[in-house]
């Protein structure tokens, strides 16, 4: 595991956005995992300057989002509607090749990713150390399933609705198991409130925190800040390579 530590979001958004840039260069058919929430929009922003000064192409690029909410109020609060906003609507993707977890059929979401696995995926890891929705307590073998939220996911995302009561308290999110299929990942962290569940993920493997998974696949960087840091800047971690 590699861990970047940075003083800003502004900065590590851009760093990881210069991963994605050269993984499209590079391979223009590549297959990316892609995620929702506030962390990776900065990150969305520089991809689209890219693209819009003729540096990458979105045609034959292949998608595959972590989650999608389920029984959500309104179009606009559709994980789906937040890809187009934030990136899809602003390069050349082909939406047929942009996938989102069904509910109806939640496990034919890993055969499709089994036949077209990611290259990339981003991640943000939640205060209480869950990746997509697996919340704490999920299994390490679990594959794309429909989980409850937990009161403080619920509490988390109620920023982005008008009421807490308009949060759906149900989503579609891809497994444990099926994240760490991925042959890359990247995961940012900023502020304060990420401490623990960077310390945890540290630790030990460990089910109450889902994101502890990810000490097992041998492609994995940390972006954080030096908030989210805070705890392990001045420290040596056995196997943990440091950027700082």
Known sequence: MKIVIRESSEVLSALIAERFINLIKSKPNCVLGLAT????????????KAYQEGEISFSNVHSYNLDEYLNFPRESDSYAYFMKENLFSHVDMNLANAHFPNPSD????????????VDLQILGIGADGHIGFNEPGTSFDSKTHITPLTEQTIKDNARFFPSIDMVPTKAVTMGLSTI???KSIVL????????????????KEDET??????????DVTLYLDKEA???ILNKDIPGVTFDR
């Open 180 to 182: 760490l299929k991925a």
């Open 106 to 117: 939640p496990e034919a979401y890993d055969a499709l990713i089994k036949q077209d696995p």
């Open 188 to 203: 940012i962290a900023t502020g304060a409130g990420k401490v623990e569940a960077i310390n945890a993920l540290l630790t």
């Open 37 to 48: 929430g506030s962390s990776p929009i900065k990150t969305y922003q520089g991809i689209i």
């Open 229 to 231: 840091a805070k705890d």
């Open 209 to 218: 925190c889902p994101a502890s998974i990810l000490l097992r696949h041998n």
